[in-house]
């Protein structure tokens, strides 16, 4: 009996991947393996809306809180365990679900890790005390393919590659692994013709990957999308996002620049530390994962092959959760 082939659920921020997902893992015997950044990081519950106690009890969930603020976590880290887990799962007869919207996670485990070396704690320290004006201007002179691609109001990242460009002397879009566009993937089958699938699946292969792994996307209209963050940004207040951030900060939370990096943690911080006003912040907030919900679209549609699926407004789900079955 084949082992099941796992699935891969993509989407921006509040699009309804998890709650897709966890009816989904129901309908067909599935287990949940997130990809996301900051959902491994345990204390980081309301701020990264972490699966509830019922959910999980529903459906095994899996790499959410394995990390204490003080630990690292990166892309390696996350492929080891993530392909410990999916063997785990596929031994069982159950269906690996991947579900978050971590895309460089997600890209690392389907098509591999680059050959970049790992941090230097020295430099790291003194790149992260440079302006980012400064190196954003050193990566363009060395690197003007990756200045072209980087987020570069993202430090974490920008720091990362003049890292790996110091450390090496070579480009580090040089040093990546060898990623394909969405158009050389071979083999998989498209998903349907119905309009609601606006483009064709295909697979993303590698050497640890079943070739015929499907990779959905959920897609709303912006002002929906919009709405629902707003909605998803007030509940999260609502439930004491202040009060645990003001937790986390007695556990390491700012010396965590990676878990700073999470949407709501970082604006409440400085509302604690008095630079802004309660209500400035939950719109700070909102703007902010607005904008970060973008650009998820705008990589997801660049960097994986996605057989994407349009929600209506106030759809459910359960009608995109029959249809990805069907085609399992």
Same mark, same amino acid.
């Given at each position: 009996m084949t082992a099941p082939l796992p699935i891969f659920l993509v989407g921006p921020t509040a699009s309804g991947k998890s709650a897709v997902a966890? @009816?989904? @893992? !129901?309908?067909?015997g599935g287990e949940i393996i997130s990809v996301d950044s900051m959902q491994v990081y345990r204390g980081l519950d309301i701020g990264t809306a972490k699966p509830t106690a019922e959910e999980r009890a529903r459906v095994p969930h899996h790499l959410i809180d394995v990390v204490d603020l003080a630990e690292p976590f990166d892309a390696a880290k996350f492929v080891e365990l993530a392909r410990k887990v999916e063997q785990d799962i596929r031994a069982r007869r159950r269906v690996p679900i991947f579900c978050g919207g971590t895309g460089l996670y997600l890209k690392a485990y389907l098509e591999g890790l680059g050959e970049a070396p790992p941090a230097n704690a020295e430099l790291r320290e003194k790149l992260e005390a440079t302006p980012l004006a400064d190196l954003l201007r050193e990566l363009e002179q060395r690197d003007p393919t990756t200045y072209a691609r980087i987020d570069k109001q993202n430090p974490r990242r920008v720091i990362r590659a003049v890292e790996v460009i110091r450390l090496t002397a070579k480009p580090f879009s040089e040093?990546? @692994?060898?990623?394909? =566009?969405? =158009?050389? =993937?071979r083999g998989n089958e498209a998903l349907s013709s119905q309009s609601a699938i606006r483009s064709p699946q295909s697979a993303v292969d590698h050497p640890d990957t079943p070739a015929a792994t499907k990779v959905f996307g959920l897609e709303r209209t912006p002002a929906d999308l919009h709405a629902r963050i707003n909605g998803r940004v007030d509940g999260m207040f609502a439930r004491g996002l202040v009060e645990e951030t003001r937790e986390l900060l007695k556990h390491g939370l700012e010396q965590n620049r990676t878990a700073m990096q999470a949407l709501g943690y970082r604006q409440v911080v400085q509302h604690l530390?008095?630079?802004? @006003?309660?209500?400035?912040?939950? !719109?700070?907030?909102?703007?902010?994962t607005r904008q970060f919900a973008k650009r998820q679209m705008t990589w997801f549609r660049r960097q994986l092959s996605v057989g994407w699926l349009s929600v209506e407004s106030g759809d459910d789900g359960q009608s995109l959760v029959a249809r990805i079955a069907r085609s399992c």
């Amino acid at each position: 009996m084949t082992a099941p082939l796992p699935i891969f659920l993509v989407g921006p921020t509040a699009s309804g991947k998890s709650a897709v997902a966890l @009816a989904l @893992a !129901e309908r067909i015997g599935g287990e949940i393996i997130s990809v996301d950044s900051m959902q491994v990081y345990r204390g980081l519950d309301i701020g990264t809306a972490k699966p509830t106690a019922e959910e999980r009890a529903r459906v095994p969930h899996h790499l959410i809180d394995v990390v204490d603020l003080a630990e690292p976590f990166d892309a390696a880290k996350f492929v080891e365990l993530a392909r410990k887990v999916e063997q785990d799962i596929r031994a069982r007869r159950r269906v690996p679900i991947f579900c978050g919207g971590t895309g460089l996670y997600l890209k690392a485990y389907l098509e591999g890790l680059g050959e970049a070396p790992p941090a230097n704690a020295e430099l790291r320290e003194k790149l992260e005390a440079t302006p980012l004006a400064d190196l954003l201007r050193e990566l363009e002179q060395r690197d003007p393919t990756t200045y072209a691609r980087i987020d570069k109001q993202n430090p974490r990242r920008v720091i990362r590659a003049v890292e790996v460009i110091r450390l090496t002397a070579k480009p580090f879009s040089e040093q990546r @692994a060898h990623w394909r =566009s969405p =158009s050389d =993937s071979r083999g998989n089958e498209a998903l349907s013709s119905q309009s609601a699938i606006r483009s064709p699946q295909s697979a993303v292969d590698h050497p640890d990957t079943p070739a015929a792994t499907k990779v959905f996307g959920l897609e709303r209209t912006p002002a929906d999308l919009h709405a629902r963050i707003n909605g998803r940004v007030d509940g999260m207040f609502a439930r004491g996002l202040v009060e645990e951030t003001r937790e986390l900060l007695k556990h390491g939370l700012e010396q965590n620049r990676t878990a700073m990096q999470a949407l709501g943690y970082r604006q409440v911080v400085q509302h604690l530390q008095g630079r802004l @006003a309660l209500r400035a912040t939950i !719109e700070l907030v909102k703007a902010r994962t607005r904008q970060f919900a973008k650009r998820q679209m705008t990589w997801f549609r660049r960097q994986l092959s996605v057989g994407w699926l349009s929600v209506e407004s106030g759809d459910d789900g359960q009608s995109l959760v029959a249809r990805i079955a069907r085609s399992c």
